[in-house]
């Protein structure tokens, strides 16, 4: 009897501990406030076809405006781009399609995914790479 209690204690024990949030895959890791220099990116175009650079920034210009979703990429890092005030970032990152940029904001991961709350957002200098 005293077995099947402390086995009992042990398996709800450990299913309390790992459902406790504190080691939940889902819930985001802590952002930090970082400045990322890169690239604009459509990420419709850029999943799609690698489309990116100086030769896609028409179309990727065209997308960001219909509302597709919009990236940075840095250092071969893709930082999808929200904003915390639910209003589309879209709107201040289509003049910048295709152009290298710095961004500041909250940076932070969740599921593996990158993501970037856009406080700031500046055309790099042509000197700056990613």
Known sequence: MRNLVLGLVLCFGS????????????????????TLTGEVIDLTCYAGHAGQG????????????????????SND???????????????KLASFAGKQVIVTGEQSEKNGMHFVDLNKVEEAPTSVKK
């Open 15 to 34: 299913a309390a501990y790992a459902h406790d949030g504190k080691h939940d895959a889902t819930a985001p890791k802590a952002a930090a406030t970082t």
């Open 54 to 73: 100086s030769k896609h920034a028409k179309c990727a210009l065209e997308c960001i405006k219909k509302g597709n979703p919009v990236a940075i990429l």
């Open 77 to 91: 890092i893709l930082y999808a781009v929200i904003a915390s005030d639910h209003e589309s970032p879209n709107a």
